[in-house]
């Protein structure tokens, strides 16, 4: 069984731009999750999908979109890249059996994104 | 508004001894607790989890506990090994309606084994 993979490892962009990053779940998973984390803090909640769908969001603006494939990997978009947009990008994916609401999230490796 | 604490950002303990991380948390209204691990350029790896409906879970070296009355747990590593250096978070999701079982996190506490 695979786990989850993001692309790609590092990134950097300047302010004004913007980024694509990529996940695919752990085989089996329907549930996708991306955190941001900020040097020195925890991940924070950006957005969830569950089967396509938008499923709760975080506090983060609309410049931070995202989407799920029918096969259940994922992308998050940012644009208008700021500088404070620098930090670890988390994606976690959840075993299926409806929307996660109390599954194990198991997080990938992270892309580590710089704005200059 | 942090929901969830750490407030001990470091602790250094001695191999073979016991590890006891500290989270608080001030949502009643979370239902299910984890902690993950979490090594530099890796993404967090999870430990071990607890439901409200229990006090107590363990799993090899790790045990959690809950006090809910408190609202707060504990992770204990028992004995503690140089290799369970890392950044520890503590995490709790919500059981609301409609609730994604979006994890909220703590900030960390850090972790040093010394030989």
Request: aromatic residues 12%; neutral net charge.
């Amino acid at each position: 069984e695979t786990g989850v993979t993001q692309s790609p490892t590092h990134l950097i962009k300047t302010r004004g731009q913007q980024v694509t990053l990529r996940c695919s779940s752990q085989s089996g998973h329907n549930t996708v999750s991306w955190y941001q984390q900020a040097l020195g803090q925890g991940p924070q909640f950006i957005f969830q999908y569950y089967r396509e769908e938008e499923n709760g969001r975080g506090n983060f603006p609309p410049r931070f979109s995202g989407l799920q494939f029918p096969n259940y990997s994922s992308e998050l978009n940012v644009n208008a890249l700021e500088l404070d947009d620098s930090a670890l990008y988390l994606c976690a994916s959840t075993p299926a059996g409806g929307p996660a609401a109390q599954g194990t999230q198991y997080f990938g490796p992270g892309t580590r994104l710089t704005v200059l | 508004d942090q929901q969830v604490k750490q407030n001990s950002p470091s602790l250094s303990v001695q191999e073979g001894r016991i590890s006891i991380l500290n989270c608080d948390y001030t949502n009643s209204m979370f239902d299910y607790f984890l902690w993950y691990k979490k090594y530099p350029a890796e993404g967090p790896t999870f430990l071990i989890s607890i439901s409200s409906i229990k006090d107590k879970n363990e799993d090899g070296r790790f045990t959690v506990f809950l006090n809910k009355s408190a609202k707060h747990l504990s992770l204990h590593i028992v004995p503690s090994q140089p290799g369970d250096s890392a950044v520890y978070f503590c995490a709790a999701s919500g059981g609301l309606s409609g609730n994604t079982g979006k994890l909220i996190f703590g900030q960390g506490t850090t972790l040093q084994v010394k030989p």
